[in-house]
């Protein structure tokens, strides 16, 4: 969420940035916040005016009754009934008019950085750079679905029974290499200076419409029924949520955290063939990063945060390459955003496998997350970042270490995670 200041002053630059992000059906939100803002200041100046009236009456009514001039001071207090018949009407329509604003307002996308690129949808996005060559194979590279079923370490039929479509069961070494990614990810971000955290795995609405859009929270959360609880997307909406409604001291900036959950997501829609098998889940695991600082420096973690990420992949030999994500690819809370792409050699192109983004104070505003400094309280900047997601890192740790005899080499910094193993090979059943 902007700040409404920004719409007062410059009502331009926040068309602009809408139409950069070809949101036209927007456009009309400026207008309408101007005018109920507008509108809300003259009740609050009438407010305060019958109130500053109320005060004098009610010092009226004490001289005249001091006076013993009760008769006068009957009139008075009626007066003062009046008056505040008058104070409620008017702050329970500013109270209606301030819900309305903060609709429109929670509506409206932030605004995003000049070095994004302009484009509708995520055909636009513009490679940055890429890390480590590709190696070619002199063999065809199997569908995912087919390595782990040939290792017989993938149950998907079982999964369906339990629990539907979207679901698997991940057996034997493929279910400890699963283990291993995420416990050395965890490793490798505490050495970063992380601090580790297990967070809650469902939150109150209230957080829900702090991290997300309204059309995000529909496509993405479960929610519990008859309890005012969401299964995570992802921990970083927790994480993040733990900040609500705080101001932090300044000293403590910045927060810099690390967190393992499992992840629950609807994943409405089709999504094609390369997102089949265990692409796209309802269930998954993921390492996450956030960091909450001080708006001067949100820059400076945006860069490092998805450099860890690069770091991270490449230490298990994994080809990657950075895209930045066009004006169209960004979610309205976000100022910039960065994917990491992992190598596929089957697909002969690189796959999504986290996303870093920086949403400057505008996920702070809707939660109420400030710090304080000697000027008075700050809104923070938030920023968050995968560290590593399962089951897309399987997928391009399988691929990219896969034997011509279907057996998988496990990545030097793996292997202290897998008891010493050097290889993943068939599971008997």
């Known amino acids: 969420m902007i700040d409404i200041n920004l719409i007062r002053t410059n009502p331009d630059l926040v068309r602009n940035n809408i139409k950069k992000k070809f949101q036209d059906q927007k456009l009309p939100l400026v207008d309408k916040v101007i005018e109920l803002d507008k509108k809300n200041r003259e ?23 001091r006076e013993k001039k009760v008769d006068e001071a009957q009139k008075i207090k009626q007066q003062v009934v ?39 949808d ?3 996005n513009v490679e940055q750079k890429r890390y480590l060559e590709p ?66 795995y469902m939150i109150r609405s209230e957080v829900v419409s702090g991290v997300m859009s309204f059309s995000e929270m529909d496509n993405m959360m479960y929610k519990i029924e008859g309890e005012d609880l969401y299964l995570i997307g992802t921990s970083e909406h927790s994480m993040i949520g733990r900040f609500m409604n705080t101001t932090i001291d300044e000293k ?13 997501r609807k994943e409405k829609g089709a999504h094609g063939i390369e997102e089949r098998g265990i692409y796209r889940i309802h269930q998954f695991e993921k390492q996450e990063m956030i960091v909450v600082c001080r708006p001067e420096d949100s820059e400076k973690w945006y860069e490092k945060m998805w450099n ?14 950075t895209l930045v ?40 505003r809707r939660l109420g997350i400030r710090f304080k400094t000697p000027n008075g309280n700050v809104f923070a900047h938030t920023l968050n970042n995968t560290v590593v997601a399962s089951p897309r890192m399987l997928i391009s740790l399988m691929e990219n270490h896969l034997n011509k005899d279907g057996t998988i ?12 193993k050097t290889i993943i090979t068939k599971r008997e059943k």
């Open 43 to 65: 009740l609050k100046q009438q407010g305060d005016e019958l109130r500053s009236m109320r005060n004098k009456l009610s010092a009226q009514i004490g001289q005249l009754m």
């Open 82 to 120: 009046d008056n505040n018949n008058k104070i409620a009407e008017i702050e329970n329509t500013q109270a209606q008019v301030e819900k309305e604003i903060k609709k429109c307002m929670m509506s409206i996308p932030n605004i995003i950085a000049d070095s994004v690129p302009i484009g509708k």
């Open 122 to 124: 995520d055909t636009f």
């Open 135 to 200: 190696k070619e194979k002199d063999f065809d590279i199997p569908y995912h679905m087919d390595i782990l079923e040939n290792l017989n370490m993938i149950d998907i039929d079982s999964a369906r029974r339990t629990s539907g479509q979207g679901f698997y069961f991940l057996l034997g070494d493929i279910a400890q290499l699963h283990s291993a990614v995420l416990a050395y990810a965890r490793d490798f971000m505490i050495n970063k200076g992380f601090t580790y955290v297990i967070p809650p």
């Open 252 to 264: 403590s900036l910045p927060i810099t955290l690390t967190s393992f959950s499992p992840c629950f």
């Open 308 to 321: 860890y990420t690069v770091e991270l992949f490449t230490s298990m030999e994994i080809p990657v390459r």
């Open 325 to 364: 994500c066009c004006s169209g690819d960004l979610a309205d809370l976000k100022y910039q955003s960065l994917d990491v792409e992992a190598w596929s050699p089957r697909q002969k192109k690189y796959f999504e496998v986290g996303s870093c983004s920086n949403l400057t104070d505008a996920q702070a």
């Open 409 to 420: 080499n496990i990545p030097k910094v793996l292997q202290p995670y897998m008891g010493g």
